[in-house]
């Protein structure tokens, strides 16, 4: 039997923002090793994420910034469940997608969704491993770049 704590699994949760229980089965599987257990989970995560393709997601959030006085974007990031909208996780995957959609301003969403994060890794690529890490479908529904005076 693994030697861990209801405490460990919360730390586990917290680091990864995976179920409580499946948190458990990973430590369990590593035998109380949580670096092993945070890759279990991002293995299990990633098998999952096609089986989520077909969900809906109708919660999410919608970013807006002031690009200067002529320009603004608005991106609706949206997400399955309110709980995970209102995640700090969340808000910062959604950040993160507008600072790249700011510096590229891409013509529509498929574009954003091309656009490098960093080398070698995409937007899209970016949304899955969030899909992966929070179990859920994750996904750019709208946006909106501005390039005229905003009233």
Excluded: H, W, Y
Excluded at 6 to 19: H, P, Q
Excluded at 104 to 121: N, Q
Excluded at 131 to 151: C, P, Y
């Amino acid at each position: 039997m693994a030697d861990f704590t209801a405490a460990d699994v919360k730390r586990l949760r917290e680091m990864t923002g995976a179920g409580m229980m499946d948190c458990k089965r990973a430590l369990e599987e590593s035998q109380g090793d949580t670096a092993r257990a945070i890759e279990i989970l991002r293995v299990k995560g990633a098998k999952d994420v096609g089986k989520r393709a077909e969900r809906v997601a109708a919660n999410g959030l919608v970013i807006s910034r002031l690009l200067g006085t002529e320009a603004g974007l608005l991106l609706e990031l949206n997400c399955e469940t309110d709980f995970v909208a209102k995640t700090e996780a969340f808000g910062r995957l959604a950040d993160q997608v507008a600072e790249v959609a700011i510096q590229i301003r891409p013509a529509d969403t498929g574009a954003l969704l091309a656009a490098e994060v960093e080398p070698g890794t995409t937007v899209s690529a970016l949304l899955d491993e969030a899909n992966a890490t929070m179990g859920e479908k994750i996904e750019v529904r709208q946006l909106a770049i501005f390039d005229e005076e905003i009233g």
